[in-house]
């Protein structure tokens, strides 16, 4: 049973490091490089992420620095940051580029809490598959005589902690995202 609770706790804990790793790429009203971490530039025809062929910096709340290590693929960055849905204009200033961000609109603004919260929903349905998947396991356990009625019960009551405690870990990350981005 331990090693079925193990397991689960496991999958919700990558779950939950995924959701993070995609809310940190949706902007807020201050220029982070993360937001970047979904750019794919097409490098001698192939789709390589951003921060394998340049530094990302801000120097301050507005300006985003991109540094390319090969100066020669900077123009494909540009074109890819261009044809991104983020909305930004680089400007090439021959070995960098400079990346103004823009504050955002009250318009914005909600539409990326909204995302986030997709994204959250998201989060909270894998979290979910895991727990179901967990009872399953015990469920089969329980069949094979390998539990009694009231350890498969107290199996699924521990699960169920779990869940909970992933699902508040998310709402939580969320609420704080969207201080963020209402932020003004």
Avoid: C, H, W
């Avoid at 951003?50 to 290590?69: E, G, K, W, Y």
């Avoid at 103004?100 to 998201?122: C, F, G, H, I, Y």
């Amino acid at each position: 049973m331990k090693a079925v609770l193990d397991e689960a706790r496991t999958r919700m804990q990558k779950s939950l490091e995924a959701f993070e790793n995609n809310i940190a790429a949706v902007r807020t009203g201050r220029a982070n490089p993360a937001i970047l971490n979904r750019i794919q530039v097409n490098y001698y025809g192939a789709q390589t992420p951003l921060n394998q062929l340049a530094t990302v910096s801000s120097p301050d709340a507005r300006t985003l620095v991109i540094t390319p290590f090969d100066k020669s693929v900077a123009k494909d960055i540009e074109k890819a940051i261009r044809e991104s849905d983020l909305g930004f204009n680089p400007n090439n200033r021959g070995d960098s580029l400079f990346i103004s961000v823009p504050p955002l609109n009250d318009e914005r603004r909600r539409a990326l809490v909204k995302q986030v919260k997709t994204m959250a929903e998201e989060a909270r349905v894998a979290v979910r598959n895991v727990r179901r998947d967990a009872n399953e396991e015990l469920k089969e356990m329980r069949k094979e005589n390998l539990l009694t009625d009231d350890e498969l019960r107290q199996g699924e009551n521990d699960v169920q902690r779990l869940t909970d405690e992933f699902v508040g870990q998310i709402d939580k990350r969320v609420k704080s995202k969207e201080e963020d981005i209402m932020a003004v």
